[in-house]
């Protein structure tokens, strides 16, 4: 089976930073892999170091700059990436969950993915609603925040945990092709060895257009 | 950390990766505890392994499951680990530039492929016995023997100040070779666990006190002929290997300064006095002025290092020099930054008094500073002072 995870390049303000006219100076903001994707590429590569897994490929909406990000991933075990940008998004001040959904669809349309793990939430804008939003665009099962998943590939299905307030878990089985949004937790994400980071420098991330994928925007 | 000169924005995107898991991984898994480690005198030797995996020990070398990575990543990740501690980086060196890189550059097929994959992957932890209790500067003069009997050699002799011998799975041993004419210097990769082979820890010390320090004493241990490493034979051995670490020591010279003087930096503007920060009084900023100055300068010959030894070109006086500047310069910039912590920079809660103690270490070992200026003396002058 084949895993799509997708990732986002969040930002983050340095400790010490200045306010000007219309925001925070770019000198100020730095830009790491989304702690939570870190958990959803840390759940893709345990599947395919299970053997569950045949491929996992990452996906990220963002500039040329983001590669810096997505090769983090691929530097952990994602196969290979897609990163898909244009001008028109360039010239948007903030992408909206459903845009986003848009775009990740068409991908795991395009890659015919039987599993997409997002993170739950980005750290930065944290909407929390870009995985569950993408399934609803597919027509996929899914689950949010969930802290404990069971593949079983053959079954066609997975058995899932996923936070409820309180402390509570709901345990349940779920039909793929389906999304998850994965939580902090559920497993610990491995640093990036320099091995890892080595292979990933002739790991393939596929620049594409949201024309190329078969989105008007 | 500090980059005055904007040498961060010229790596290539491997190079900062490198340095960026290097730093993850040193904060996460090793800088909360490192003080007390440096108190109790231990090194985490549980996180050997998981190193190894990280692959920090002799990535720079090709072949044998190591990486071939670039010289100037393999620099950045020694600054990360001295940035830590020179303990940290100390491990690094050892296993990859005194043990993988003598058994990589002179050993035969046999032996990299028994030792290269377990030491490069933390399995196996290696040391390099040089210097003896009699012979430091002058490791030519060394007393250890080598006899050959049969299909055996015969080694009697102490070596001291060897970092991790308490803890290794092998040593590579330099020894005088007294079967062979003119006793030539040879290379013998002996197992800890021979009989004839003990290895005592020296405690006690006062600095580099996060990382195992011993000794290996040989009486009448025999090891197969065929541990010995076939491909040199003379002070060219252990000289080689000493350049290879000493390149290391350069680079790693720099983090300490850099994580010391960020220290300094950060408490001069937090800490108060006669109502405005101590950072906002012309002696400190002249303090901070030429603490940045010199790192900055350090950290270029480091890199230029790194493009002289990528090409090929790289000559050992040159990696004294480096080694000579950059430790002395992290010496001076650590004692500066603990000063300007005032009674709170005697603590383990902060690392500059931790590094000014690892750095006398650093000062004198693999080549003291004072023989590394004769060495210098010697490449510029055409005289050999110490002959």
Redesign the interface.
């Known amino acids: 089976m084949k895993v799509l995870v997708t990732v986002k390049e969040s930002a983050d303000i340095a400790d010490d930073f200045a306010v000007d006219d219309d925001g925070i100076d770019e000198t100020y903001v730095e830009y790491d892999l989304n702690e939570w994707d870190d958990y959803a590429v840390e759940t893709g590569v345990q599947l395919a170091e299970a053997g569950i897994a045949d491929e996992v490929v990452g996906v990220t909406i963002g500039p040329e700059r983001a590669?810096?990000t997505i090769?983090?991933a691929l530097?952990k075990g994602v196969d290979r990436a897609v990163r898909v940008w244009d001008d028109a998004l360039a010239g948007q001040d903030l992408l909206d969950v459903s845009t986003k959904a848009h775009l990740l669809a068409a991908v795991a349309e395009d890659e015919d993915a039987d599993l997409v793990l997002s993170g739950v939430q980005a750290s930065d804008d944290s909407f929390g609603a870009t995985g569950v939003a993408l399934a609803e665009r597919l027509g996929y099962e899914w689950a949010a925040v969930v802290s404990d998943l069971d593949v079983n590939a053959d079954a066609g299905e997975a058995r899932v945990n996923r936070e409820l307030e309180g402390g509570l878990q709901e345990r349940l089985t779920v039909d793929l092709p389906a999304v998850f949004t994965i939580q902090t937790g559920i497993n610990e994400p491995r640093?990036?060895?320099?091995?890892g980071?080595?292979q990933?420098?002739s790991k393939e991330i596929a620049p594409k257009t949201p024309t190329d994928i078969g989105v008007e925007t | 950390m500090l980059d005055y000169l904007g040498l961060g924005d010229d790596l290539t995107?491997?190079e900062?990766?490198?340095r960026d898991?290097a730093r993850?991984?040193l904060d996460e898994e090793i800088r909360p505890d490192i003080g007390e480690h440096f108190v109790e005198g231990t090194f985490p030797i549980e996180k050997i392994p998981e190193m190894g995996?990280?692959?920090?020990y002799g990535?720079n070398l090709e072949g044998y499951g190591s990486?071939?990575?670039g010289e100037r990543?393999y620099g950045l990740?020694m600054e990360e680990l001295e940035a830590c501690d020179s303990g940290m980086r100390s491990m690094a060196s050892v296993q990859g530039a005194l043990v993988m890189y003598p058994i990589h550059a002179y050993g035969n097929e046999e032996q990299k492929e028994t030792w290269l994959p377990k030491l490069g992957s933390g399995e196996a932890v290696g040391c390099f016995g040089l210097t003896e209790p009699n012979h430091g500067s002058n490791p030519s003069e060394m007393e250890t023997r080598a006899e050959r009997d049969g299909d055996e050699y015969i080694l009697n002799g102490n070596k001291t100040w060897i970092t991790n011998s308490p803890i290794a799975d092998v040593a590579v041993v330099w020894a005088r070779d007294v079967s062979s004419e003119d006793s030539p210097v040879r290379g013998f990769l002996v197992e800890t666990e021979r009989d004839g082979v003990s290895t005592n820890e020296i405690k006690e010390k006062l600095s580099l006190r996060a990382s195992i320090t011993g000794g290996i004493a040989l009486s009448d241990a025999r090891i197969p002929a065929e541990n010995v490493l076939p491909e040199v034979s003379g002070m060219k051995g252990p000289l080689s290997c000493l350049t290879q670490a000493r390149y290391g020591i350069a680079w790693g010279a720099v983090g300490a300064a850099k994580d010391a003087f960020e220290q300094a930096v950060e408490y001069a503007t937090d800490r108060e006095q006669f109502g405005k920060p101590i950072a906002g009084f012309q002696m400190q900023q002249e303090k901070i002025a030429e603490m940045a100055t010199r790192i900055s300068l350090a950290e270029l010959l480091a890199h230029r290092l790194a493009e002289l030894k990528e090409r090929g070109d790289l000559r050992p006086q040159q990696v004294s020099m480096a080694k000579r500047n950059n430790v002395r310069m992290a010496r001076r910039v650590s004692r500066t930054a603990r000063e300007m912590l005032g009674g709170n920079g005697i603590t383990t809660d902060y690392s500059p008094m931790r590094h000014l103690a690892n750095i006398e270490t650093v000062y004198t070992y693999e080549g003291t500073h004072d023989i590394h200026s004769l060495v210098l003396g010697e490449d510029l002058t055409g005289i050999a002072a110490y002959k």
């Not at chain 1, 640093?191 to 091995?195: E, I, K, N, T």
Request: charged share 35%; glycine share 6%.
């Open positions: 590669d810096e090769r983090k530097a640093y990036a060895s320099l091995r980071i080595r990933a420098q | 995107e491997e900062r990766m490198v898991t993850e991984f995996e990280l692959g920090f990535p990486l071939g990575l990543a990740l």
